[in-house]
Structure formats: C-alpha cells, structure tokens
C-alpha cells in the first residue's frame, strides 16, 4: 500500500517553474507536520521545506523566496510550487513526514533543470 506518492517533476529550462504534488494517506498528513527533501546525483538527501499542520513554513536556505510549501488538508496533499528554478535544483524530490520517516520514503519525481 502506497502511504505517500509525489508526481509533477520534469525538465524544464533554468528560470522556470514545476510544480510538485504530495499525496499521503490521511492517517499520516492528518497527524503530522510535512515536508519536502531533495537528493541530487552523488550527494545525500537534505532538506527542502516544511508546513505544519497549523499552516507554519520553513525553508533550506538554498531555495527561500523561490520555492513555496503548501497543504490542502482536505485533499491530504501537500505541494512544492518551485520558481527561478537553478541547475543547481536538479535532483530526485521527496515528500515525508517531519521528522521523516524511513518507512515513508517513496520513490520521489525526477526534477531536471538545464542550464
């Protein structure tokens, strides 16, 4: 059973948008503050953005006042809008808990940025 599932990556030219989608069963968005990770080619997975249930955002340094986290509880999704994207921004995105948790990883949407 799929508890989490990202779609909405793609390549798209430097400068441009994508943006991503969440959807997570009930049992674990309804709970749990959310979040977005990243994992670019030979690096580890670091950290994106977070909402927690009362709305709160947080973001990496990296991608503040680009990227944009969001939730509709009532679809039990959460969402990425990524602007200005970078090169730099071309990596496999997660969505998972906050913390995450191992038993969440899904297997994340491909975004490729081309210079």
């Known amino acids: 059973q799929v508890q989490v599932a990202e779609s909405g990556g793609g390549l798209v030219q430097a400068g441009g948008s994508l943006r991503l989608s969440c959807a997570a069963s009930?049992?674990?968005?309804?709970?749990?503050?959310m979040g977005w990770y990243r994992q670019a080619p030979g690096k580890q997975r670091d950290f994106v953005a977070l909402i927690t249930s009362g709305g709160y955002t947080n973001y990496a340094e990296s991608v503040k006042g680009r990227f944009t986290i969001s939730r509709d509880n009532a679809k039990n999704t959460v969402y990425l809008q990524m602007n200005s994207l970078k090169p730099e921004d071309t990596a496999i995105y997660y969505c998972?808990?906050?913390?995450?948790?191992?038993?969440?990883w899904g297997q994340g949407t491909q975004v490729t940025v081309s210079s």
């Open positions: 009930r049992s674990i968005f309804s709970t749990n503050d």
């Open positions: 998972n808990t906050v913390p995450a948790a191992e038993r969440y």
